[in-house]
């Protein structure tokens, strides 16, 4: 995935999983990501700071996706794309 020209936010679902993002922000982006806990609500401010910038975001998140897409859909932004972080790899090392 070309980092450059997406944003990518991760969150580890409540804590429900370790997910290292500065393993996954290295290896995508060259720099550490942060990781939120609770992305689809109380951090819902950091994805709509996210959607309001000028790159495309993904979201390690399919469960929420319906909502992150009506707040994108809400902003005028494109709708962001997803990838399950939990099933493909929140438990792996």
């Not at 969150?11 to 992305?39: Q, R």
């Amino acid at each position: 995935m070309p980092t450059d020209t997406k944003k990518l936010l991760l969150c580890n679902c409540e804590k429900s999983m370790v997910v290292d993002g500065k393993t996954i922000g290295k290896t995508l982006a060259g720099e550490e990501l942060p990781v939120h806990s609770h992305l689809c609500r109380s951090g819902i401010g950091q994805f709509e700071k996210a959607i309001g910038g000028d790159q495309a975001v993904c979201v390690g998140c399919t469960q929420e996706s319906a909502l992150f897409s009506e707040i994108a859909e809400e902003l005028g932004k494109p709708e962001p794309t997803y990838f399950n972080i939990r099933e493909l790899a929140g438990w792996s090392e």
